[in-house]
C-alpha cells in the first residue's frame, strides 16, 4: 500500500508541474504576441521600409543578411 500512495504522490506532483509549465509558456506567448528573435527583427524591418526610411536595395540586403543568406 506504501508504494502506491507514493506513485500517486509523484504522479500528481508531475501533473502539477506540467499544468503549472504549461501556464507560464501560454501567458508568455500571449504577452509577447507569439514573435520573437528573427520574426519580430523582421516585422521592425517591413515597419521601417514601409515608413520610407529605407530603401529597397537596404532592405533586401538586410533582409538577406537576417536569413543568413
Known amino acids: 500500500m506504501g508504494w502506491m500512495t507514493g506513485f500517486w504522490l509523484l504522479f500528481g506532483l508531475a501533473l502539477l508541474t506540467l499544468v503549472v509549465l504549461a501556464i507560464i509558456w501560454f501567458i508568455r506567448n500571449l504577452t509577447s504576441g507569439g ?4 520574426d519580430s527583427a523582421e516585422e521592425r524591418l517591413r515597419i ?3 515608413a520610407g526610411e529605407l530603401s529597397q536595395d537596404e532592405f533586401r540586403q538586410r533582409s538577406a543578411d537576417l536569413r543568413g543568406e
Request: aromatic letters at 14%; a positive charge; proline letters at 0%.
Open 48 to 50: 521601417r521600409y514601409a
Open 35 to 38: 514573435s520573437r528573435g528573427i
